[in-house]
């Protein structure tokens, strides 16, 4: 919607964006731990110690939410130090004000959605998804374009309505749990207990889960660097690519959560047999899924570039970007499978090593190899991204197949 608004406003969105994403992915990654211990204890069917889980994840989520408030009400000089223009640095920097105000709801959200995922009820955070996108996409239409007496505030009011969004998606998923009717069989209700040493399993989780996290995400927020180095309109372009590349990873996201849960409750009652395939079984269908999907963006690039943007400038410059986003999505999708995969069984620093490798040592250098020093621009970034998403899938599929024949 920002696309269509102004493609300037969506490079002040882009740049934004850039740097609170890593912060904000770094710090999901520390309550990812959530989703894993719940899934461990609930197949154990240890159901009290689940609800003990959501209730350290939920205040440890909001203070790590307040200090991602913190750094991105200093996004000018963020972004200044990475070398953007000043016009950039301060546009970007009020959207990452405006961003920074909903990230405290966005990780209780998280937490809560990672709980019931744990204990495979994940209807409610869907439902309170799609109601949360309809009052985004309104909100939007209110402060992206003006309507109904507000002013146009472009990108900063897209900002606006995915914080205002956040808040609504955190009191609703907070207020699901504690009065859904079972609330008593997981112990909802009872105070936190056993002080920070009681917090251990969740925190050292999360440490490697948000290392892993946080380095694809300063990967893509360095492509994002290069592509401002590129210019305003090719910063556009990649900013579109990289959208609909995201849109679509979220089903991988999805599969990978459920992958995950699986392979944790097989975990946690010691069955290696349907720990391996539930596995193998999350990463085909991601691949099956994906490769669907892929085929529809080779067919229809220039109409779903349309759909960014009306400018004929921006549409022929991300058109070849989607198209090869096809592919990307395979092997990053996979990738983002077998990570999360490796975590329901509790393996966690060995393939955040494997990711930092891939996303760090071979995907930064590559998206300035291929985009500056060759020349081939934005597109050159997502030739990085799919090398780099095939190498983390290797690893990362090997890593699972060894552990499978050795260990449980």
Known sequence: MVGRYSAEELAYQSIGTALIIPVLLSFMGLIMGTIVLTSNHYGAENFKECGKVWRQAVPYAFVLGLVACLISLFGDTWLKLTGQIPVLAHEGGIVMAATGYGLPAHLVFLASAFFLDGIRRPKPAMMLMIFANLLNVFLNWVFIYGNLGFSADGAVGAAWATT??????AIGLVAYIWLMPDHERFAIRSAPSGGWSAWADLRNMGYAMGLSIGVESVAFATLNMFAGWLGAEALAAYSIGLNVLAVCFMIAIGLGSAAAVRVGIAYGRKDRPDMMLAGWTGLGVTIGVLGVVGCLLFALPNEI??????????????????????????????????SNVLRGRRDVWIPSAIQTFAFIGVLIPLGYIFSITMEFGALGLIYGILVAGAVSLFMLGFRFYWLGKNSL
Not at 164 to 169: E, Q
């Open 164 to 169: 205002y969004s956040r808040w609504f998606l």
């Open 305 to 338: 570039a349309g759909f960014y943007s009306t400018d004929p400038k921006i549409i022929a410059s991300v058109a070849p970007l989607i198209f090869f986003v096809g592919f990307v999505l395979i092997f990053d999708g996979g990738q983002a499978t077998m």
